[in-house]
């Protein structure tokens, strides 16, 4: 490497191309037998890594390519030399670098540099097919990069291949995803042919959803792949099962904890008018995990709309825990929800749950807020917060008077100047008049709430007497009924005893025609009786006349 190997030239007299006249050759680092000694290959790196990482440093990317393009060409020649593992990944996350600062840097140049990086570090394989997809997906490229991670999920290399698990599975995560971006680009644009672009999207949906369901069935932080299955089980209307995705995916112990998903739970109950019930338990949740996000102002908001006390006492509790972050102390939103709940606890006559919480956080909270370093800073840059601090120390009881004194000064020097200020006076009177539209407003909504409630009242009444009325000719008809129902039985009971009757004279009938029956049986065997002893009589006589 004749440039290398040189003494180091001034910068004010060289330029870029003068610096590497020619590129490596690696016939000046073989030994007698025409192999590449390590001392020189070692020696040579460094001197041109320096220079390119000098190079990096003071953004002379054209200088920085020239020599990535040497150290390429040396890293190619290692075969029989061993070099340290990450050289491979040093070497391609230069190379990229490079290429994202370089003004003419065309795609190929990305793809030419990454399938030759491919072959150079066959343990960053997956890594630069991954990379390499990124990189083609911020240029639009979602046919190439799909292509991209069809290589990488096929690649095989002995042993290679099955060190580099966690690669395969974020390939296999991104090719759904990458399924799921096509079906939504699709979705979005309107067709020609509706029935082929629906067939082509339900084909990309059924990719992308057995894909992702596999990926985040799996413990993990998989927090774009479950909002992009989520929003296609959305898309067909899939609700519930969107719904056991995301608890699964927020409830699940076997998962890191991840407030996003917590967050991503609130967010598809709150689009789909869950209940509050729903909301405030996902945001309890939440709160254990992160007691400073951003929507713990929500879940004061759902506790006040519940109107129950130990719900009140809850936000109080939340909106203090939320101010003791330094994120959080100069946010005029937090102070001016503990205030309002502060003062309808007070309405509630709760005052004492109030004092009870301030009596614990009253040393922090001097020292944390209300010292008056603070009260000058907020002066300076945010009176209004220091208005409303002041009034929360006032509502509290405690007399701080000189941090309060900053607050009155603050709210006299804005009286003054908008008693001198002719503009201040325009705009003091115009907010007056503001004030007298939005009341005159508010007595034409009340007028209107009352005529509307007079109205539903009108309406219940009438109802009610429409459902007497209706119940009273129910209990009549029921009436008549229950008339005609007696009537028929007592009808039938009647048909009955005649029936019975009836009856009973076939039967005495029966009976007594039976008794003559008997009677004339009896009287033809009495007969028949008495000519049978005529007729002995007679024989006997007969023979005694004989003898």
């Known amino acids: 490497m004749d440039d290398i190997e040189a003494d180091d030239f001034p910068q004010d007299e060289l330029t870029n191309r003068e610096l590497v006249k020619s590129p490596v050759n690696i016939e000046l680092w073989t030994d007698d037998k025409g192999v590449p000694t390590e001392i020189f290959f070692n020696k040579s790196n460094r001197k041109c890594l320096k220079r390119l990482r000098d190079a990096m440093l003071l953004h002379n990317w054209q200088e920085a390519a020239v020599y990535y393009n040497s150290y390429i060409q040396a890293l190619e020649a290692r075969n029989s030399i061993k070099v340290h593992p990450t050289a491979s990944e040093i070497t391609w996350r230069i190379g990229t670098e490079i290429l994202r600062h370089l003004p003419n840097a065309t795609a190929e140049d990305f793809n030419a540099v990454n399938e ?23 240029n639009g490229q979602m046919e190439e990069a799909k292509r991209q991670l069809s290589v990488g999920e096929s690649w095989r290399y002995g042993n290679f291949s099955i060190a580099q698990g966690d690669a395969e599975k974020l390939i296999h995560a991104y090719s759904g ?181 301030w009596k ?50 603050v709210s006299r020097i804005c009286e003054s100047k908008m008693d001198t200020c002719p503009f201040r006076k325009l705009r003091k009177r115009k907010e007056e008049l503001e004030k007298k539209r939005i009341k005159e407003e508010e007595k034409k909504e009340m007028k209107r709430l009352e005529q509307e409630m007079m109205e539903k009242e009108i309406k219940r009444l009438e109802k009610e007497k429409m459902e007497k009325k209706n119940m009273e000719e129910e209990m009549k008809r029921l009436e008549k009924e229950n008339i005609e129902w007696l009537e028929k039985k007592k009808m039938e009971k009647k048909n009955m005893e005649e029936e019975m009757k009836r009856l009973e004279k076939k039967k005495m009938k029966k009976k007594r025609m039976m008794e003559k029956k008997k009677k004339k049986m009896k009287e033809k065997l009495e007969t028949e009786e008495k000519d049978g002893e005529k007729k002995k009589k007679k024989k006997a006589k007969k023979s005694k006349c004989t003898v």
């Open 116 to 138: 030759q990086l491919k072959n150079n570090g066959v343990k960053n394989f997956s890594k630069i097919c991954l990379e390499h997809c990124f990189h083609l997906l911020l």
């Open 177 to 357: 995803f990458l399924d799921y971006l096509i079906w939504w680009k699709k979705s979005s644009t309107a067709g020609t042919d509706e029935a082929s672009r629906n067939n082509e999207m339900h084909s990309y949906f059924r990719h992308a959803s057995v894909t992702l369901k596999d990926i985040i069935s799996q413990p993990g932080i998989w927090d774009p792949f479950v909002l992009g299955y989520v929003n296609m089980l959305e898309f067909y209307n899939d609700e519930d099962g969107a719904l056991q995705i995301l608890e699964n995916y927020a409830y699940n112990k076997d998962f890191p904890t991840n407030p996003n998903a917590h967050v991503y739970l609130y967010q598809f109950l709150k689009r789909h008018n869950a209940p509050d019930d729903r909301l405030i338990g996902s945001l309890r949740i939440l709160r254990t995990v992160v007691p400073s996000h951003e929507l713990m102002l929500d879940l004061c908001s759902l506790l006040l709309s519940t109107s129950l006390m130990s719900d009140l006492e809850e936000a109080l509790s939340v909106s203090m825990d939320l101010l003791e972050f330094s994120s959080w102390k100069s946010d005029v939103k937090a102070w001016s929800c503990l205030l309002n709940i502060i003062k309808l606890l007070k309405r509630k006559k709760r005052k004492h749950f109030v004092l009870k919480e």
């Open 360 to 409: 614990v956080r009253r040393p922090l909270w001097f020292s944390f807020h209300f010292r008056i370093h603070y009260a000058r800073v907020d002066i300076m840059e945010n009176a209004s917060l220091l208005l409303i601090k002041s009034e929360t120390l006032k509502v509290l009881g405690q007399h701080f008077f000189e941090y309060r004194r900053y607050a009155q000064n």
